[in-house]
């Protein structure tokens, strides 16, 4: 994964926030490398990261794939059709078309390692700029890892290009090595 964002889209509202989305859902926008992992993958990844055939209690939560070509609808609809198939049931998840995608507020970017004072800290002196630290592929990987996403091997291969002093990178270890790996899940 090279970036992750997170936001609001679907709805018809300019400039919708989290208290005010008037139709909008909450969603991540995902910046990813093709030559890396491919779009069928992270579809994948999304059947296994929800759970498709209980209905969302309201349009901000609603599971969708924002489809933003004809293959991806088409690929996202033949992932979907597989996982009916998969679980013998009816998906809710929808597949729309993406529209515009408006990024959330700060305090919402990276939640999880914004619940981690002492990687945030030093992330932030990285990052000084709000718009840098949401765009940061480092500091979306670390997220990923914060939630499950990524095995300790995994991490153990991406710490020389984080950026993160010793100190934190053995915080980073510590809940890593703590946690079970989701297998199969893109960081």
Not at 3 to 19: E, F, I, Q
Not at 54 to 70: I, L, M
Not at 137 to 164: F, K, V
Request: net charge neutral.
């Amino acid at each position: 994964m090279v970036r992750t964002r997170v936001g609001y889209t679907g709805g018809t509202k300019k400039n919708p926030t989290y208290y005010d989305l008037d139709g909008h859902s909450e969603a991540v926008q995902m910046d990813y490398d093709p030559s890396v992992i491919s779009y069928e993958k992270l579809l994948a990844a999304f059947w296994d990261s929800h759970d498709p055939i209980s209905p969302a209690w309201s349009t901000q939560y609603k599971a969708a794939v924002f489809a933003h070509t004809d293959e991806q609808k088409r690929l996202a609809e033949a992932s979907k059709a597989r996982e009916e198939a998969r679980v013998k049931g009816r998906i809710v998840t929808e597949i729309l078309p993406a529209g515009e995608f408006t990024r959330a507020e700060g305090y919402h970017q990276k939640y999880l390692l914004r619940s981690e004072p002492d990687l945030l800290r030093e992330l932030s002196a990285i990052y000084p700029k709000e718009m840098d630290f949401v765009n940061s592929t480092a500091a979306a990987r670390i997220n990923g890892y914060l939630d499950g996403y990524g095995t300790l091997a995994e991490l153990q291969e991406d710490l020389p290009g984080l950026g993160l002093s010793p100190q934190a990178t053995k915080r980073l270890t510590t809940i890593v090595s703590k946690r079970k790996g989701r297998p199969g899940c893109p960081l």
